[in-house]
């Protein structure tokens, strides 16, 4: 057994993977991070990161010339065994870097999969994986065919923005056209896709040696693009084991992992099943833990946290050891979460045994429940919903994205 200590770059532009950080140090590590100027003074896990490094900007403001030659010159002292992207939109960085110093892990087509929604289309198309009607926004003849033989309403997506970021939904091909123009030359970054109503589901899972070895299946209460565009309760819950649902799309985002050359580590897959013909649908995937403390809800249900288990996954690959994942409780939990009016709202009138989280962040309020029950879950999310919306929730503009990826 490989003992000697094996160096980690991690790259997270925004605040977040402090798990990751912690247990890759446990596991004997030499741990690097390099992060945004403007996030030095968050509360990250100091004492698990050797050192941290930051860049100016953030996100896309980052220099990559500037970030290739920082790694660089680490490599002058250090032997670099692995280049981790803890959030989604650090993929991209990441690819790059492991592309242009050689360094083992998912390179720029792979990871165009898992951040590219006309890249995830196209493939997952092309590999029998059932998607909604789209088209990309370079040809006129292509938009126009799409417009007149697909029924809208439509939505307009970035490619790589997360989340419900940049969506905006149109009914007609005249309102397709004028948003279009309005995207003047950012209409390449742009793709148009039919909008099949139905409840959206996300599948949160671990690989290893191109196979998934846990996923745990959650059904949106409210969608983030419901969300987004009007406000509201962010609510999710994982559904029935062994349910007819829960096998579907286990069976597809298997299909998904396959098709887009996943490896290795943590994925967040978005489906939907269709209204109108119960059909599931590929909607998108990350090769990252989900967001909004998704990763605490599914830990929640299931016992397995998702960061630990993704840097276990990431060492034993380096140490060219084997990773078994651990038994799996099978629970259920559910997560509430929406902006606040105050800064630390006081939640302690939320005090149901059932209660196991309260989501830390500023002019948040959040709480994780689990339960033997799933009815006692979705009966818990339901009140403190209601709850919430009566006491602390506020509604904030969605900000018009700016700078696209």
């Known amino acids: 057994m490989d003992t000697t200590a094996k160096t980690f770059i991690c790259i997270s532009n925004y605040f977040k993977g402090n798990d990751f950080l912690i247990n890759m140090k446990k596991l004997g590590n030499k741990v690097f991070l390099i992060t945004s100027e403007k996030l030095r003074n968050k509360p990250w896990a100091f004492d698990s990161i050797d050192e941290i490094f930051y860049m100016p900007g953030q996100d896309i403001d980052w220099d990559l010339d500037m970030l290739l030659q920082g790694v660089a010159g680490i490599m002058r002292n250090e032997k670099i065994a692995a280049i981790v992207a803890l959030d989604d939109f650090d993929v991209e960085k990441a690819t790059y870097l492991r592309e242009n110093l050689r360094v083992d892990g998912m390179g720029q087509t792979t990871g165009r999969y898992f951040r590219d929604k006309l890249a995830m289309r196209v493939k997952a198309q092309a590999e029998g994986v059932p998607v909604p009607a789209f088209s990309a926004l370079f040809n006129d003849e292509y938009i126009n065919t799409f417009a007149d033989s697909v029924s809208p309403p439509w939505v307009l997506k970035p490619r790589s923005e997360a989340s419900a970021s940049g969506i905006m939904k149109v009914h007609s091909k005249e ?90 580590g943590a994925t967040h897959t978005e489906f939907i099943k269709c209204n109108e013909d119960g059909k599931i649908y590929f909607l998108e995937t990350s090769s990252r833990v989900g967001g909004a403390h998704l990763a605490e809800m599914v ?34 939990a559910g997560i509430v979460l ?66 696209l990826h």
């Open 299 to 332: 830990e929640a249900a299931s016992g397995i946290n998702l960061w630990g288990e993704w840097a276990k996954i990431e060492d034993a690959l380096v140490r060219q050891e084997t990773y078994k994942v651990p038994s799996q409780k099978k629970q259920f």
């Open 338 to 403: 929406t902006l606040s009016k105050f800064e630390h709202p006081d939640l302690s009138g939320f005090n149901d045994a059932e209660v196991c989280f309260r989501v830390p962040l500023e002019y948040h309020a959040g709480l994780i429940i689990k339960s033997e029950k799933h009815e006692r879950v979705r009966e818990l999310l339901d009140d403190y919903a209601e709850r919430l919306v009566k006491d602390f929730a506020t509604v904030a503009a969605q900000e018009k994205v700016k700078k």
């Open 175 to 264: 309102e397709l056209w004028e948003k279009i123009n309005e995207l003047g030359d950012n209409r390449i970054k742009y793709l148009v896709e039919q909008f099949k109503p139905g409840a959206v589901y996300h599948c949160d899972g671990l690989n290893f040696n191109s196979k998934v070895l846990f996923s745990l299946t959650s059904q949106y209460l409210a969608t983030p693009m419901e969300i987004s565009q009007g406000g509201g309760i962010f609510r999710s819950a994982n559904i029935p084991y062994n349910s007819a649902d829960e096998k579907a799309i286990k069976k597809v985002n298997e299909q998904v992992m396959k098709a887009f050359g996943m490896k290795h």
